[in-house]
């Protein structure tokens, strides 16, 4: 039904308009009680093995919301009605700021994939962080909150940057997730350089740490897949070293050769990042070399190319406690998150694992054995 939708409607419409679309109807039908709850009970039911611990959250499941779709925290309870188990917002700058000109959106259908370079649009941390204050939940789940550099800030002026987005969203935040990894802000993935990279997470770190006094909010960084193999390692050795909680693994790429793309080249050729399904075999890769180098020390998510059930189980058997979707919820519709959680449970039951905990990584255990 979807995707006769999705072809009749949705596919004739702009991509970015189309979004802001099922946007709203998701937010209003999260509105009405009666109906939320009966969408939720349609959309979202509980698999009771598949319950995930991550950097001392406890979770429904392993599935979540990637950052991108809900940039200002206004439809965290709408997706949580769909069943995803935590909710990335963002990204948030410091600063408001309108993102790229239009049109910056684009669907390569025959390829499940989408191009983007949106720009961190965004309200900026202050209204976001208000929003998440004033927020009266009807539904539990577990909200992150992704913060990037605003495009205005020279990148030596990042760290500040930062740690202002960090100061106002700390106490609103489940965990926190610093993005350099957008190929759409001028500069940023300069940061992923570890002698960048560094200071700047030491510096939201101790940000977090003096906002938020009573605890202490998981944080995370969030990489590209067009890293070198060794800068993936680096990342991961820094990661170690400050004790973060968490690598998510990846954010879109800007490659596009050798990914055997089959759609319009004309699309192909915009600029931006690439999601979908093209990114899976490289971020499933980025995703193994992790928890080879950190082992079950550090927490991974991973995201990119995930479409299906099998997708997923691929992800935590090769290391990662926690996955994300995004790009495939375009394309699949609401009962995508369904259909991931319904497979996820029988892949549990039929494989030798008695949790999903002990699943994590065991692809990786088993090529290390003698």
């Known amino acids: 039904m979807y995707k006769l939708f999705f072809n009749l409607v949705f596919k004739r419409m702009d991509p970015e308009r189309a979004h802001y679309l099922a ?115 009807v539904f539990r789940t577990t909200v992150g909150v992704n913060i990037g550099k605003t495009k205005v800030v020279p990148e030596e002026e990042a760290v500040g940057d930062y740690v202002a987005s960090t100061e106002r969203l700390a106490a609103h935040a489940d965990y926190l997730v610093v993005n350099v990894s957008s190929p759409n802000t001028p500069g940023l993935r300069n940061l992923q350089a570890t002698e960048s990279l560094r200071p700047l997470l030491t510096a939201v770190r101790e940000a977090a740490d003096r906002t938020v006094t009573s605890g202490r909010v998981p944080l995370l960084v969030k990489i590209a897949p067009d890293l070198a193999d060794e800068d993936v390692d680096a990342v991961a050795d820094l990661a170690v070293e400050l004790g973060l909680d968490g690598i998510i693994a990846t954010n879109t790429t800007i490659a596009r050769e050798g990914l055997g793309l089959m759609s319009d080249p004309a699309i192909i050729k915009e600029t931006g990042g690439l999601s979908g399904a093209p990114l899976k075999e490289r971020s499933l890769e980025v995703l193994r070399r992790l928890h080879v180098r950190v082992g079950d020390g550090i927490t991974l998510v991973g995201v990119g190319g995930i479409e299906t059930a099998e997708d997923a189980w691929q992800r935590i058997l090769a290391g990662a406690t926690l996955v994300q979707g995004y790009s495939a919820f375009i394309y699949e519709g609401p009962f995508w998150s369904r259909a991931i959680h319904k497979g996820l449970a029988a892949r549990l039951q039929a494989s030798p694992y008695a949790t999903l905990a002990e699943a994590v990584g065991a692809d990786n255990r088993k090529a290390t054995q003698p």
């Open 23 to 137: 946007f709203r109807w998701i937010r209003l039908a999260a509105r009405v009680p009666v109906l939320r709850t009966c969408v939720a009970a349609l959309l979202a039911p509980r698999h009771k093995e598949l319950r995930t611990e991550a950097f001392g959250l406890r979770m429904h499941g392993p599935f979540g919301l990637a950052a991108g779709f809900d940039k200002n925290a206004v439809a965290v309870d709408g997706m949580t009605m769909l069943g995803f188990d935590h909710i990335e917002i963002g990204t948030v700058t410091a600063q408001p700021q309108p993102g790229n000109p239009k049109k910056r959106l684009f669907r390569l259908v025959q390829d499940r994939a989408l191009i983007n370079r949106m720009g961190f649009n965004n309200e900026g941390s202050a209204a976001v962080a208000a929003r998440l204050e004033a927020r009266n939940p």
